[in-house]
């Protein structure tokens, strides 16, 4: 059971490594697109073009996706106000769930619904969750495939530093 485990856990990790280093986003120009928020307006990546900005994919199926949606709220009211704007994009078929979850966590980072799976796809997005960071310019600077704690230092240590470029 054990070997199976750790079978497993090298098999995922492969994957998201070969996604990642597949993917060829890194130092691309991140891809536009515009989707209906939680409070039902229209938000475009473009729009935000001069801040560091972290687009997270998520579901409300993924239990790594509930662990760190309390850090990244965390990292959003801490930066916000100087230049770094956080967007979660959800998944779920349902934004009904999307909004319960949210609403029970109390995020207050916009949160955009992918329903349609368009974004996700112009993202290789494959599994949940996946984290982008995109630079001031628009250029996709870093790209996390899944979530561990200790994660977020990581994040931190990013968003800093583009802050300062």
């Known amino acids: 059971m054990k070997l199976k485990k750790s079978i497993i856990a ?3 990790s492969v994957f998201a490594a070969s996604s990642l280093a597949s993917s060829g986003m890194e130092g691309q120009l991140a ?5 209906k928020s939680s409070t039902g307006e229209n938000l475009r990546l473009s729009e935000f073009r001069g801040d560091v900005v972290m687009i997270n994919f998520w579901a ?3 239990g790594p ?3 760190e949606m309390p850090l990244l709220d965390e990292l959003y009211s801490r930066y916000q106000r100087v230049g770094f704007s956080l967007l979660g994009v959800n998944i779920d078929d349902d934004s009904r769930r999307a ?3 949210i609403e029970e966590l109390g995020v207050n980072f ?7 799976k368009e974004v996700s796809k112009l993202y290789d997005v494959e599994a949940m969750p996946v984290t982008v ?11 996390h495939h899944g979530y561990k704690p ?6 931190l240590d990013q968003i800093r530093s583009l802050l300062r470029e």
């Open 10 to 12: 090298l098999v995922f």
């Open 31 to 35: 891809p536009d697109f515009a989707l």
């Open 60 to 62: 409300t199926w993924c």
């Open 65 to 67: 996706c509930r662990q």
């Open 99 to 101: 909004m319960d979850m």
């Open 110 to 116: 916009p949160v955009l619904f992918d329903a349609r």
């Open 133 to 143: 960071i995109v630079d001031r310019t628009g250029t996709v600077r870093y790209i």
């Open 150 to 155: 200790g994660y977020e230092d990581k994040y």
